[in-house]
């Protein structure tokens, strides 16, 4: 069984609509992290959140800690968000990342 | 540009062989994290650093190994070199040494074991 979960495994979404990517762990955490990873490898940290919900431009994430779910919604979407979004919560009983297998965002024009 | 440099950017080497990659974190950074990305296992965990001691360790084969130098820049020894170590190899750091501190990845290091 995997420790984390996520999905969709794959999104196809038209510019402009609105899309939401969820997470849903096993195990206990004390934050958790957001990841994009570009088509060419690159990875970039887009939010790390412990509770409530933070929002950078059209990216939102919201995390419940109790309920063991986290989402991440793309508002307006746009082909520069194609990408694979990862999440990973962190353990509650030290610095150690566990990794979802990731969603593949694309977004077409 | 996050600010984080790896080198090589790409690596090709035989089984049995022995690699050395480099990490150097943002100007500031006092910690480092390595991360290792395969085909069939994904994004792994590998190990932390924080001004210059290990802080957390993951699923660090023990055919490898890592250090932080008093410049903080870390270096990720892979020895006895398998097919299967053929991977994405990231590193990342942050400004203190706690994990839900905000993380800056580098470009990572393609490794190539034939």
């Known amino acids: 069984k995997n420790e984390v979960e996520q999905s969709p495994q794959n999104l196809t979404a038209q510019e402009g609509e609105f899309i939401t990517i969820n997470c849903s762990y096993s195990v206990g955490i004390s934050a958790l992290h957001w990841l994009q990873q570009h088509p060419g490898g690159g990875i970039v940290s887009l939010f790390m959140?412990?509770?409530g919900k933070k929002k950078h431009g059209r990216l939102i994430a919201t995390i419940n800690i109790q309920e063991k779910h986290s989402s991440l919604h793309i508002t307006a979407s746009h082909p520069r968000d194609s990408a694979v979004y990862i999440c990973a919560p962190l353990l509650n009983t030290g610095n150690q990342f566990y990794f979802g297998t990731g969603t593949s965002l694309t977004v077409i024009p | 540009d996050s600010g984080v440099t790896q080198t090589p950017k790409h690596l090709i080497t035989a089984t049995g062989q022995r690699v050395t990659l480099r990490c150097s974190p943002r100007s500031g950074d006092l910690s480092v994290y390595w991360y290792q990305q395969s085909l069939d296992q994904g994004l792994q965990f590998l190990i932390q650093?924080?001004?210059?001691?290990?802080?957390a360790k993951g699923n660090i084969l023990e055919r490898f190994s890592a250090q932080q130098f008093p410049d903080l820049h870390s270096e990720l020894n892979l020895s006895s070199l398998e097919l299967g170590d053929s991977a994405l190899y990231f590193c990342?750091?942050?400004?203190?040494?706690?994990?839900?501190?905000?993380?800056?990845f580098g470009p990572g290091t393609r490794l190539t074991v034939l």
């Open positions: 990342a750091s942050s400004r203190e040494g706690f994990s839900y501190n905000e993380q800056f």
């Open positions: 650093y924080y001004n210059g001691e290990e802080r």
């Open positions: 959140l412990s509770s």
